[in-house]
C-alpha cells in the first residue's frame, strides 16, 4: 500500500539506474541520521529542495529533480562534517565473473584429466557422467520451478548461498559505520533481484566455460595422443547387456552419429571392456562426446546466460526506487508546493486530548512538508463513515487501540468499507494501532504484548493496508516509518 496517490509515475519520473538508486538510498540515510542527530536541520533540508527546484526548472521531472537533490544534500553535509561522504561501491561483478569463467575453464579442462587414465577413456567415468548429468538436473529443476512458480524465474539454493555470502561480504565491508550498517539494511532487499541475477548470469557462462575447457582438453590432447575408450565397472562388468542399454540411452541422447551406435552389440560392448579386451579407437566417440557435450552443457548455458543479462540489464536500467515512500513524498509535495491532509478517524477509540497531541507531533514528524491534521468523532459498529474531504492530497489513519481483539465482523467490516471509501476519493489508508494503554497495562509481560501484536498482524494482513504499532503518547516517528514500509 503506498502512502500518497500521486497519480501514474511516468508523469513523474524517467526510470532509474541502479547507480542512481545507489546514490538515492545513501543521501537518504545519510540525511535521516544528520537530522536525528541535529548537525542539519529540516528548515536547512527545505532550502536545498528549493534551490535545486529552481535549479532543473519547472519542466524537469521528478527524477532529475531527486538526483540534483541528492548531490546538493551532499554538499550540505561535507560543508557539516569533514566525515567522508564517500558513496557506497556495488559488488564488483565483472571481476567475480572473470574469476569464476577462468577457474570453471580450468575445472573442465582438469576434468578430462581426471576421466581419462593412460590414454583410456572410460565410457562409465563418472567425471564425464556427472557434468552431463548435473546439467539435465538442472534444467529439470528450472523448468519444474518454472512451471510451479507461475512463469517467474525460480531461485535456487546455489544462487541464495552466493548472494547471501556476497551481502555478508558487503555488511562486514562497512566496518561497524552506523551509516553504512544502515545503508545496506535498506538496500539489501532492493538489490536482491539484480543480485540473484548477475549471480544465475555468473554461473551459466561458467557452466558453459567449464563445457568447452573439456571439449578444448579432449580435442588437443587427442591430436596428439590416441586415445581408446572403452568400459570398466565392478558392478556391471558381466552385464554387457546392461552397459549397452546404459550407452545407448546416455550417449545417443544425441543422435548425431547414428553409424556408431547401430554396430553396437552386447559382444562389441564386451570388447571394449577393459578387463578383457583392448577397447576401440576414440575418435567417433569424442566426436560423439563433444556433440553431446556442447548441445547438452554449451549451448543451453550460454542461451539462460543470456536471458538472465538481459533480465539483470533490464532491471539496472529500470532499479526500484519507492517513490510513494514517506520520505520521497514529502520532497515531492514540496516541490509540487502541496498541502496534505491527514484525516484521523478512531474506531471504538475516543481520543484524549494527550493522544490526539501525540498524534499532532508524531504526524508533523513523519510528514514535516506542509500537512494538517484534522480528527472525525470516534466510530462504532453502524456508524455512518464520515466523508473524505477532495480537493487535496488526503491520507486517512485509522486507529484502533491494541487493548481490543479484532474481529473480522467488527474491525475487518470497518477497514474495508473505509478501504473502499478512500479508494472512492483517491486517497490512501493505514492503519495505527495505538499500544500506549496496552503498553500500560502489561509493561512487566513482554510475551503478552508480543503475542497481541502478532494477533493483530493476521488479522491486517489479508486486508492489504499498511500499519504500524505506535505508542501515540511517545510515537518513535522512525520505527513507525520503518512499518508502514514493511506492510505495503
Known amino acids: 500500500m503506498a502512502f500518497f496517490n500521486f497519480g501514474s509515475r511516468t508523469d513523474l519520473s524517467s526510470p532509474f539506474t541502479e547507480e542512481q538508486a545507489r546514490l538515492l538510498t545513501w543521501t537518504k540515510v545519510l540525511e535521516e541520521e544528520a537530522v536525528k542527530r541535529r548537525k542539519i536541520t529540516i528548515s536547512e533540508l527545505k532550502e536545498v529542495t528549493a534551490r535545486c527546484a529552481r535549479e532543473v526548472g519547472e519542466q524537469a521531472d521528478f527524477k532529475k529533480l531527486l538526483l540534483?537533490?541528492?548531490?546538493?544534500?551532499?554538499?550540505?553535509?561535507?560543508?557539516?562534517?569533514?566525515v567522508s561522504l564517500k558513496k557506497p561501491q556495488g559488488i564488483p561483478y565483472l571481476l567475480i565473473g572473470s574469476v569464476f569463467a577462468v577457474l570453471a575453464f580450468v575445472g573442465g579442462v582438469l576434468t578430462n584429466e581426471f576421466s581419462a587414465t593412460n590414454n583410456r577413456i572410460n565410457l562409465l567415468s563418472p567425471p564425464l557422467l556427472g557434468v552431463i548429468a548435473w546439467n539435465l538436473i538442472v534444467y529439470c529443476w528450472i523448468a519444474i520451478a518454472v512451471l510451479f512458480n507461475r512463469g517467474k524465474s525460480p531461485v535456487g539454493l546455489i544462487r541464495r548461498f552466493f548472494a547471501g555470502a556476497l551481502l555478508k561480504l558487503q555488511t562486514r565491508g562497512s566496518h561497524g559505520q552506523q551509516a553504512l550498517i544502515t545503508f545496506y539494511s535498506k538496500w539489501t532487499e532492493a538489490e536482491m533481484p539484480l543480485l540473484r541475477g548477475r549471480i544465475a548470469e555468473i554461473l551459466h557462462f561458467s557452466a558453459a566455460l567449464f563445457g568447452l575447457g573439456l571439449i578444448a582438453s579432449i580435442g588437443i590432447h587427442g591430436w596428439g595422443t590416441e586415445y581408446t575408450v572403452g568400459w570398466e565397472s565392478t558392478w556391471l562388468s558381466d552385464k554387457p547387456s546392461a552397459v549397452l542399454t546404459f550407452i545407448?540411452?546416455?550417449?545417443?541422447?544425441?543422435?548425431a552419429n547414428s553409424d556408431l551406435f547401430n554396430q553396437l552389440t552386447p559382444q562389441v560392448i564386451e570388447s571394449m571392456n577393459f578387463g578383457s579386451g583392448h577397447?576401440?579407437?576414440?575418435?567417433?566417440?569424442l566426436l560423439q562426446l563433444f556433440y553431446i557435450i556442447s548441445l547438452v552443457v554449451v549451448v543451453p548455458r550460454i542461451l539462460l546466460g543470456l536471458y538472465a543479462l538481459a533480465k539483470t540489464q533490464y532491471i539496472e536500467n529500470h532499479f526500484p526506487v519507492d517513490l510513494e515512500s514517506v520520505y520521497y513524498s514529502n520532497i515531492l509535495r514540496q516541490w509540487r508546493g502541496q498541502t496534505m491532509l491527514i484525516q484521523i478517524i478512531p474506531f471504538s477509540y475516543p481520543l484524549t486530548d494527550k493522544v490526539k497531541d501525540g498524534i499532532q507531533k508524531f504526524a508533523s514528524e513523519l510528514h514535516p512538508e506542509n500537512s494538517r491534521c484534522i480528527f472525525s468523532e470516534a466510530q462504532h459498529e453502524n456508524t455512518k463513515l464520515p466523508e473524505i474531504p477532495a480537493g487535496e492530497q488526503t491520507e486517512v489513519i485509522a486507529v484502533f487501540a491494541m487493548t481490543s481483539t479484532p474481529e473480522t465482523e467488527v474491525q475487518g467490516r470497518f477497514i474495508a468499507e473505509l478501504k473502499q471509501k478512500a479508494l472512492d476519493s483517491k486517497a490512501l489508508l493505514r492503519v495505527v494501532i495505538d499500544t500506549s494503554g496496552f503498553l500500560a497495562r502489561f509493561a512487566n509481560t513482554p510475551q503478552r504484548i508480543a503475542e497481541r501484536k502478532k494477533n493483530w498482524s493476521n488479522f491486517l494482513a489479508p486486508y492489504g493496508v499498511s500499519f504500524a504499532f505506535v505508542n501515540l503518547t511517545d510515537a518513535d516517528v522512525k520505527d513507525a516509518a520503518a512499518q508502514f514500509e514493511q506492510a505495503k
Open 68 to 82: 540534483t537533490r541528492a548531490e546538493g544534500v551532499l554538499d550540505l553535509l561535507r560543508s557539516k562534517s569533514a
Open 279 to 285: 577397447g576401440q579407437n576414440a575418435a567417433p566417440w
Open 248 to 255: 545407448n540411452l546416455f550417449y545417443g541422447m544425441i543422435p
